[in-house]
């Protein structure tokens, strides 16, 4: 069953990598004209460059005991922590649009903050995992977990880039509360902190004041600040039914920025209409029920928390990219996992991926799940059936 459950996740994964890459290929196919400046493929050569790199990332990981990495949480989490810094170091991070979120090696950026995201979601799970008898206690559980992700959120706002230190918050809190992190306490910090941090957000940089208007009304400024959501719109509205065909879209011909990265999916709903959208995010949801099952059958705890947490991460960020490009909420910079154009992403994912699928090689099977409850019930547990007790049940009460 396990061999069935990492199979399954691995072909999903696949075959949003597949759309990932024609899609790369037919967003920036405009750029293939006899009078360009830049190489005219160079989007989808450094797309396929990363896509090769995660994969062969993704094959080395899986084939790793997850283990590993709740044993190198601390050193992996001060990786992210100095690499998050250095973006705010003049000459060592590099600014762009007024932001500092990039390090360039060469001709290539990578986003430390891919990196961080990945890093801290290994340190959640550990940290859930030690000290699950304590995350019911606000100042021993709770506070030392707002600390630790806090620091990585401050670094990100610091650059500036709000949208991703609230995501690396949401998705390392969704690991801690499935760790035993209580509602409650994160309901009231939440209820404390999130009007202050708002109202300063919102008073001291005139961009999110933009994109808040925006939002309210698209139409108030479309030759403007609106523009993209409205030629998001447009596109998505042009795809109907079937679409208007893949390499046929009118809103790639520059109506539509940024169609490679962070509004691809309005390309592909043009394109494939809403039937090649539906595959789509029918994919990502079947990814998420995969994880689930596979955290269900976890073979220990830190293994189940880092496969919802990267599971979590990835359905939160596709979520959030479908959100903003069919204007739901304010835009914000954040690709579409293992679709949009870039590297750095790309490739940590795929990484994560690895990770998922080697817990997956370890899944507990049902027969032996229901052996552990036994042994639970009848209070004659061994060392092992004492570790695996929690897991024991979680399998059962899905249906294992």
């Not at 941090?197 to 400024?221: E, G, T």
């Not at 099977?365 to 019930?377: G, N, S, T």
Request: some cysteine.
């Amino acid at each position: 069953m396990q061999n069935t459950l990492r199979n399954a996740y691995l072909l999903n994964v696949l075959a949003l990598v597949g759309i990932g890459v024609v899609m790369v290929f037919s967003s920036s196919a405009i750029r293939v004209m006899p009078d360009a400046e830049v190489d005219p493929f160079i989007f989808i050569k450094r797309h396929l460059l990363f896509v090769g790199l995660g994969l062969a990332g993704m094959v080395l990981l899986q084939r790793m005991d997850h283990t590993f990495w709740q044993r190198y949480a601390k050193p992996i989490y001060v990786l992210g922590l100095a690499l998050l810094a250095a973006t705010l170091i003049p000459g060592i991070g590099t600014e762009f649009n007024g932001a500092r979120r990039w390090i360039r090696f060469g001709g290539i950026g990578i986003q430390p903050s891919d990196f961080g995201k990945f890093a801290l979601l290994i340190a959640a799970a550990s940290y859930a995992a030690i000290r699950k008898d304590e995350l019911g206690s606000f100042v021993k559980g709770f506070l030392p977990a707002c600390l630790f992700t806090g620091i990585y959120s401050v670094l990100c706002m610091a650059q500036p880039d709000f949208g991703t230190s609230l995501f690396l918050g949401a998705s390392s809190f969704l690991v801690l509360l499935a760790g035993g992190l209580r509602v409650k306490h994160l309901l009231v910090s939440v209820l404390v902190m999130l009007p202050v941090a708002s109202v300063v957000m919102y008073s001291k940089f005139d961009h999110i004041q933009d994109r808040i208007m925006v939002f309210l009304d698209p139409a108030a400024d479309p030759r403007g600040k609106g523009h993209q959501v409205n030629q998001s719109l447009i596109a998505i509205g042009s795809g109907g039914l079937e679409g208007q065909g893949l390499g046929n879209s009118m809103q790639k011909l520059y109506y539509l920025p940024e169609q490679e990265t962070d509004f691809i999916f309005a390309v592909l709903a043009e394109e494939a209409g809403f039937l090649g959208s539906a595959l789509t995010l029918a994919l990502f949801a079947s990814l998420v029920l995969l994880g689930i099952r596979i955290a269900a059958r976890a073979p220990d705890r830190f293994g189940s928390l880092l496969t919802i947490g990267v599971t979590g991460a990835i359905a939160l960020q596709a979520a959030i990219n479908i959100a903003v490009v069919t204007a739901s909420v304010p835009t914000k910079g954040i690709g579409l996992p293992f679709i949009s154009f870039g590297g750095s992403g790309c490739f940590f994912y795929l990484c994560a991926v690895g990770l998922v699928l080697s817990v997956a090689r370890r899944c507990v099977p049902a027969e032996q799940a229901r052996k552990l409850l036994a042994e639970e019930l009848a209070d004659s547990r061994s060392e092992q059936s004492l570790r695996q007790s929690a897991r024991a049940r979680r399998i059962t009460a899905a249906g294992a």
